[in-house]
């Protein structure tokens, strides 16, 4: 019974500290969009009507403007991390290209073969190679 109590409460506690950190990832990230506003602002009354001689924006405007940005350009969403995103795609059609038919079974020894007998096997290769190379050449003449 002890076991069920202290699983359950371990569970609780997991629980618990996963909501409080998705509430204070919540209140930082308000709490981000609404400075980057405030630095959006600065930067633009410090830069804008000395460069181009524009006027100088409110807070409000220049979170507003800030946003119409995100929305025009995007989100700042990272393409690469979305499981139907091109880049996966690729990487899932070279990940079957260069899969074997037995799956991984057999390229678990590859690096094991390779240090016994790769070398040898690999001089010995060339060796053939150029041997037949050679016998083509006398052979023409």
Known sequence: MEYKKRYFESKMERYVTKGFKIFFMIVFGILFIFLMG???MWLWNWLMP???GLTTLTYWQSFGLLLLAKIIFGFGHDSSKSSGSKKS???EKFKRFCESKNGDADW???DQYWKEEGKVAFNAYVERIKSEQTDGSSEEN
Request: net charge positive; charged share 25%.
């Open 108 to 110: 678990s020894y590859y």
């Open 38 to 40: 405030f630095v959006f």
């Open 89 to 91: 795609r690729k990487h």
């Open 50 to 52: 000395d460069v181009f």
